[in-house]
């Protein structure tokens, strides 16, 4: 089917199962510990074996000589496979760096060896055994330090110029001219990056914590030199992503290898520290951020300029991004820069680009407020915009930002906010901030596969994947309204690459494509059960289980299966309608912070964020994917960072005790408000994301707050009490 026209209305607009605030219908799996994870596929494959991989000790250089003969004779080892004895292996066009390294170690802890051995126990035992010489190399590790030499990527996001933004920025009356920084970020998921692998003569299965099924199959086929149709990627529960498990990881590929050197299944899950230094992260950033205004608030000239760092072949963090629409202004640059670092690969984590851009830009948009003796809220709105800034003629296809920041202001009691420095309760300084979000709208094709039984049981299959969000819920939905059926009737398979391909979970696309992909195989269903019943399709109507059409004529969908299953398969594809209108999701973020004057800890009194995102599939679900957005937001503004050994090359701080992340005494009150709104040009579901916007902006309006509260601006990322303490006693003495 094909998505090119703006959606009408549609079997979805009955919101009789669609829109409802429903509980997650794989819930009682998850809290019960039932629900088969990739490290706990235990019927899958019977008798694995058990690998544990080796990090590589040092950051950029050369594997001199390795000695795995201890290894090999140590109790229970059945294999210890390295680069030497792995054969050729390809690299994935989506990967930076080679998930086994040797000679070259291009990253400290790059898999250089894998120990296979018949317990945990022993396979980690025998790994402290490998015996390694390294030739090191000099490395660069600090962003600051190479900043002068990053150049533009132009294949990711060239240059932008409108008008003339020199000459804009120096007429203006009111000017701003700032850096901000953002550092280094894990992901930091509950659930490892893990791997079951098996052979079945020349056929590999593997079950892995994947968000992107297509994707993984198609780079591991050409790592591992295999035609795809030899390859089976199955992946029905993941514990956390954040775009972490978007590409293939060494966990895969070792753990196929492994299971082929000895014939037998091998479960592999990297060890917290590997999770830090193996895998991607979110890269630092280092960004200036210019604004000219008229006297009156009006922005004339707006430049946001970014730089950061990864590996030799890699990409850039897109912080600019959210520049070029949130704001109107005649007169605009925006620019990134990339740097070649030798840490761990850098690449996409939870709302890459608007997340740490936002960080700088909604701090910026406070401080020129203050300038210009605004309220943050109103010169927001001022400089709203319907428009592409840097393409008038292309309008939003939805834009309610200034609803959000009016609705989230009254709710939030924003008349209450004071002077900075000014409202004390005992110890503690209170504030209040705001920020705008953002997040773009992104589709991409999604099929999906939906059987109908002779019991009137509706299955649905598509390689869509779950990764905490409700996929499961949201696609029995739209199966549930399309169909005319009550939930329990709707059974939904995900997470296998034999099942057709789907958008995957990332990039807040998910769940508005791939239910979109459900719809258009429902609609092809449809027409072949009002066939049975002799109906024509476009009179047939679907509800309580029964297919009806005019003159009395109908059936059960039970009745019109019990000759034999209807099967029907179709994907969604998208057409220009992004390109005619710009599609983005939008939102506002209030915070209160308590900061007290002696010591200078912060602490996040209350949240709320007020999100226009298209039609919300499910309220119950979504409404947690923001909070959880949210409380990562959190941890980026006052906690996160990840601190780099700048002399041997890797993040010091690389596992759950010294990277520290918000806990529930951290976040005591959170609110979302959904406003009302569908999106005909986004799909036939007329939703949009969600997942994403609900950290954008949220670390900007806890640094807003906490100027609010203490008169003290800091724009280095995370504001930790250090940097705040400086300034504290005199602050104290003026409450």
């Known amino acids: 089917m094909k998505f090119d026209q703006p959606a009408q209305s549609n079997p979805i607009d009955q919101l009789k199962v669609v829109g409802r605030a429903t509980d997650r219908i794989d819930g009682p799996l998850k809290t019960t510990g039932t629900a088969p994870y990739a490290y706990e596929q235990y019927q899958a494959a019977a008798n694995p074996a058990y690998g544990y991989v080796v990090g590589a000790a040092i950051a950029k250089g050369r594997i001199v000589a390795m000695d795995a003969g201890e290894a090999r004779h140590a109790p229970g080892v059945l294999a210890v496979i390295t680069a030497d004895n792995a054969g050729k292996l390809g690299k994935g066009s989506r990967n930076t760096a080679a998930l086994l390294g040797g ?123 295999l035609p795809e149709d030899k390859l089976r990627v199955v992946s029905p529960y993941i514990g956390g992503g954040f775009g972490g498990k978007l590409f293939l990881r060494a966990d895969v590929v070792l753990a196929a290898l492994g299971a082929r050197a000895i014939g037998r299944p091998v479960k592999v899950a990297l060890s917290r520290p590997l999770m830090f230094n193996n895998t991607p992260h979110r890269p630092a950033t280092l960004q200036r951020i210019r604004l000219g205004a008229e006297a009156d608030g009006r922005l004339t000239a707006i430049a946001h300029e970014s730089w950061s760092g990864d590996l030799r072949g890699g990409g850039p963090e897109l912080a600019v991004q959210q520049t070029r629409l949130l704001y109107a202004g005649a007169n ?217 059409g005019g003159g009395g004529r109908g059936m059960t969908l039970a009745q019109a299966a019990a000759e034999g299953e209807l099967v029907a398969e179709d994907s969604m594809e998208f057409g220009d309608l992004d390109k005619r209108y710009q599609q983005s999701t939008f939102g506002a973020h209030f915070v209160e912070v308590a900061v007290d ?85 986004s799909s036939p579901m007329k939703a949009k994301g969600v997942g994403e916007l609900g950290i954008c902006g949220v670390g900007a309006a806890v640094a807003n707050a906490i100027y609010n509260a203490t008169g003290m601006r800091v724009r280095d990322y995370p504001i930790t009490l250090d940097k705040l303490l400086p300034g504290m006693p005199e602050r104290a003495e003026l409450g």
């Not at 692998?197 to 297509?214: C, F, H, R, S």
């Not at 890797?650 to 959170?670: C, K, R, S, T």
């Open 332 to 548: 605009r640059l925006t620019a990134l820069r990339l740097a070649v670092l030798d840490l761990p690969e850098g690449n996409a984590m939870r709302a890459p680009g608007e997340a740490p851009g936002l960080m700088a830009l909604e701090m910026a948009m406070d401080e020129m407020a203050e300038k210009l003796g605004l309220d943050p809220v109103a010169f927001r709105i001022l400089n709203d915009t319907q428009v592409d800034p840097e393409k008038p003629e292309r309008p939003f296809s939805q834009r309610r930002l200034a609803d959000c920041l009016r609705s989230g202001a009254e709710r939030f009691g924003w008349h209450a906010r004071r002077s900075p420095g000014s409202r004390r309760e005992g110890n503690w300084l209170i504030g209040l901030g705001v920020a705008a979000a953002f997040r773009n709208n992104l589709v991409m094709k999604s099929g999906a596969r939906v059987r109908l039984d002779r019991h009137g049981i509706l299955t649905v299959e598509t390689d869509m994947t779950d990764i905490g969000t409700g996929s499961y819920t949201v696609i029995a939905q739209t199966a549930a309204e399309m169909l005319g059926l009550p939930l329990d009737k709707v059974v939904v398979r995900l997470g296998d690459s034999d099942f057709p391909v789907s958008a995957g979970s990332g990039g807040q696309w998910g769940a508005n494509s791939a239910t979109a992909g459900v719809y258009a195989a429902c609609v092809r269903l449809r027409e072949r059960v009002a066939e049975r019943a002799g109906i024509p399709p476009a009179e047939a109507s679907f509800a309580d289980g029964q297919v009806r």
């Open 597 to 681: 004057y002696a010591t200078a800890e912060t602490r996040v009194r209350r949240m709320l964020a007020v999100c226009a995102a298209g039609r919300i599939l499910n309220p119950k679900s979504a409404r947690s994917q923001v909070i959880g957005a949210m409380t990562m937001g959190v941890g980026a503004a006052l906690m996160e960072d990840l601190h780099i050994d700048k002399r041997q090359g890797f993040f010091v701080n690389h596992d759950l005790a010294g990277y520290e992340v918000p806990v529930h005494a951290d976040i005591p009150a959170q609110e979302v408000v959904f406003l009302d709104e569908t999106d005909p040009m």
């Open 103 to 225: 000679p070259e170690i291009q990253h400290y802890h790059q898999a250089i060896a894998l120990v296979v051995a018949e317990t945990l126990e022993q396979a980690r035992a025998a790994a402290q055994l490998l015996r390694v010489d390294y030739a090191r190399s000099p490395g660069a590790y600090d962003l600051a330090a190479v900043r002068d030499t990053a150049t533009e990527p132009a294949e990711a996001m060239p240059d932008s110029r409108v008008g003339d933004f020199d000459g804009a920025y120096a007429r203006a009356p009111v000017k701003l001219d700032a850096s901000y920084s953002t550092p280094d970020q894990a992901h930091a998921m509950m659930e490892p990056h893990a791997t079951l692998a098996a052979w079945e003569g020349d056929k590999l299965t593997v079950w892995t914590a994947n968000q992107m099924i297509a994707w993984a199959r198609t780079d591991l086929a050409e790592t591992l030199g």
